[in-house]
Nanobody, 120 residues
Framework: QVQLVESGGGLVQAGGSLRLSCAAS????????IDWYRQAPGKQRELVAS???????NYADLAKGRFTISRDNAKDTVYLQMNSLKPEDTAVYYC??????????????WGQGTLVTVSS
């Protein structure tokens, strides 16, 4: 069974930085890509950034120039480095594996989320 666990959220002042971690456990060999999503209060969940097993990355406009997604395959962990944070970045950040290969087929996974609060 594969699980995703986020950590690293917290309270930070505007202009500050945080690094979120998404640790995968279990049969992680079937994970081909990891996304970071976020959901602010009263808003829909939105994609922040993605990274594939080969290392290619993709960023939403909200993240370009400020956020960096990376992965440490030895630790089965994906990171989201967030710099120059703004109050509008306040949200619950979720780790997402859109298509995990398992013996019984494909599985979509979400982590439990980690809260990021940016004060002005």
């Amino acid at each position: 069974q594969v699980q995703l666990v986020e950590s690293g959220g917290g309270l930070v002042q505007a202009g500050g930085s945080l690094r979120l971690s998404c640790a995968a456990s279990g049969s992680t060999f079937g994970i081909n890509a990891i996304d970071w999503y976020r959901q602010a209060p009263g808003k829909q969940r939105e994609l922040v950034a993605s990274i594939r097993s080969g290392g290619s990355t993709n960023y939403a406009d909200l993240a370009k120039g400020r956020f960096t997604i990376s992965r440490d395959n030895a630790k089965d962990t994906v990171y989201l480095q967030m710099n120059s944070l703004k109050p509008e970045d306040t949200a619950v950040y979720y780790c997402h594996a859109p298509s995990v290969v398992t013996p019984s087929g494909y599985l979509e996974l979400w982590g439990q989320g980690t809260l990021v609060t940016v004060s002005s």
